[in-house]
């Protein structure tokens, strides 16, 4: 696609249920991140996909939170047992690659999700 | 580890100058980025250096110095619609080349 599309775009869900959070990378893209934003504060990194694998999970907050890409393409973050701690922007952004220095990352517009 | 460190606020007047520093502090470093984040929007890409030295475009300008762990975004003749947060990015060469973003620093133009 043109850009980086993220869906849902806002998500209100209950304390204690489970949010799927979904990311379509620019076509071609090999590199792919999730990142948290909460309201007033800087990215947050999460993951960091290197085509299908996940070299980089140090910012996973909590084993309630995972992630998976297939196909060098889609990637969803789940987030299990939803707390009002989670609660935030999750912004999704993907880039040519990382080898590269010069390659920029694109964001999505972000998945908001409260949490209530 | 990586540590990078940004003003939080500032303000400036409209058709002026202002400059947006950046120290880091990273365990290895394949270039920094300057993103712009208008309020409740996607942040997006203004700037680009892996050298040393300024890099121009526009009305926006970004410098680097890697023995000083430094940059600043130089952002002329300022215009209301520049109030927004602008995020300093730097990419590790260490592991998985992740690129990690300081808290931002949020410009208020004023008339």
């Known amino acids: 696609g043109a850009g980086v599309s993220q869906s849902p775009s806002n998500k209100v869900t209950e304390k204690g249920k489970d949010v799927e959070l979904r990311c379509d990378p620019i076509s071609g893209h090999t590199a792919l991140y999730w990142y948290r934003q909460r309201l007033g504060q800087g990215l947050e990194f999460l993951i960091y996909?290197?085509?299908?694998?996940?070299?980089?999970k140090s910012g996973l907050p909590s084993d309630r939170f995972s992630a998976e890409r297939t196909g060098e393409s889609v990637s969803t973050l789940t987030i299990q047992r939803t707390q009002q701690e989670d609660s935030a922007v999750y912004l999704c952004a993907s880039s040519t690659s990382t080898g590269l220095s010069g390659n920029t990352i694109y964001f999505g517009e972000g998945s908001w999700l409260t949490v209530v | 580890g990586q540590n990078i460190d940004q003003p939080t606020e500032m303000t400036a007047t409209e058709g002026a100058i202002v400059q947006i520093n950046c120290t880091y502090q990273t365990s290895g470093f394949n270039g920094l980025f300057w993103y712009q984040q208008h309020a409740g929007e996607a942040p997006t890409f203004l700037s680009y250096n892996v050298l040393d030295g300024l890099e121009e475009k526009g009305r926006f300008s970004s410098f680097l110095s890697r023995s000083k762990g430094y940059s600043y975004l130089l952002l002329k003749e300022l215009q209301m619609k520049d109030s927004a947060s602008y995020l300093c990015a730097v990419r590790d060469s260490t592991g998985a080349n992740n690129l990690f973003f300081g808290t931002g620093t949020r410009l208020t133009v004023i008339p």
């Open positions: 996909f290197q085509g299908n694998s996940a070299p980089d």
